[in-house]
């Protein structure tokens, strides 16, 4: 048994064989790609830093009523960085007149996206999604105009699955 371990340790193949060919080793970043994400957002349109953003939770593909906690850290990373690169973010769970959900996030459907962003007097709305698949999630985020919900900039990436990302996926309600 000993000599098992030891010659598993040696070889390094013992975890990939154990966890499937496609295991993530090392955990996944999360902050840096969901900073990479805002970043990539903000190159493709140009914001005024004296006009708020909105960022709603980032919810289920399948699912819009829907996020876990992992759409919800999506949300906190990318408006940390929006606010990091000097935009105004203006934090929605303080705001009177949106609707939230206990434990969900702040939810904005379309169709609620240009009376909040109008009410809040804000240039953009972050909305996104998520898709889960065996092998990695994936995110869709988009810039929204409150003006006729115009896309102003998207940008698309996935997530490793590992550890920390699969246990992120666990709805709260």
């Known amino acids: 048994m000993m000599a098992a371990l030891l010659a598993c340790g040696a070889l390094g193949g013992c975890a990939r064989y154990y966890y499937g060919e496609h295991a993530v080793r090392d955990p996944v970043d999360l902050v840096a790609l969901h900073h990479g994400a805002a970043d990539a957002l903000l190159q493709q349109v140009a914001l005024d830093p004296a006009q708020p953003v909105l960022v709603a939770t980032v919810v289920q593909l399948d699912r819009l009523d829907a996020s876990s906690r992992l759409g919800r850290l999506v949300s906190e990373h990318v408006a940390g960085r929006l606010a990091q690169r000097g935009l105004r973010v203006t934090e929605l769970r303080l705001r009177e007149t949106l609707a939230l959900r206990p434990l969900q996030g ?44 115009a896309v102003l900039a998207a940008h698309d990436y996935a997530l490793p699955m590992d550890g920390n990302v699969r246990g992120l996926l666990v709805e709260s309600y």
């Open 106 to 149: 702040e939810l904005l459907l379309s169709r609620e996206a240009h009376q909040v962003a109008q009410a809040q007097a804000a240039q953009a709305v972050l909305v996104g999604t998520y898709a889960v698949a065996p092998q990695a999630v994936y995110v869709s985020l988009r810039l929204v105009g409150p003006q006729g919900n």
